[in-house]
């Protein structure tokens, strides 16, 4: 079993940053590609980013260029750099583990943290 846990949300200004990580427990989480979703209300829950156990990334195409996702195998954990945030990124962020399949679509993971939620404020 894997407990991911989430941190790093608030509420921030259009323009500024928030750095989101994502913290694993489990000896085996290094070795699985792990990715970021959101959910603004209202909405589906939709793929920000993932990454894979040696570091190979991909992202969602309106944030490539904004976001970043990394990792640290040696301390379990996941992280999501945000900057120039936007009102629209408003939403709960989720991390997620261990994938099978598309990385993109929320159904293939196995692993779900509680969220953390971000406000960007206009």
């Known amino acids: 079993q894997v407990q991911l846990v989430e941190s790093g949300g608030g509420l921030v200004q259009a323009g500024g940053s928030l750095r989101l990580s994502c913290a694993a427990s489990?000896?085996?989480?290094?070795?699985?590609?792990a990715g970021w979703f959101r959910q603004a209300p209202g909405k589906e829950r939709e793929f920000v980013a993932r990454?894979?156990?040696?570091?190979?990334?991909y992202y969602a195409d309106s944030l490539k260029g904004r976001f970043t996702i990394s990792r640290d195998n040696a301390k379990n954990t996941v992280f999501l750099q945000m900057n120039s945030l936007k009102p629209e990124d408003t939403a709960v962020y989720y991390c997620a583990a261990r994938c099978g399949g598309t990385c993109n679509k929320a159904v293939n993971y196995d692993y779900w943290g509680q969220g953390t939620q971000v406000t960007v404020s206009s």
């Open positions: 990454i894979s156990f040696e570091g190979s990334t």
């Open positions: 489990g000896r085996t989480f290094s070795t699985y590609r």
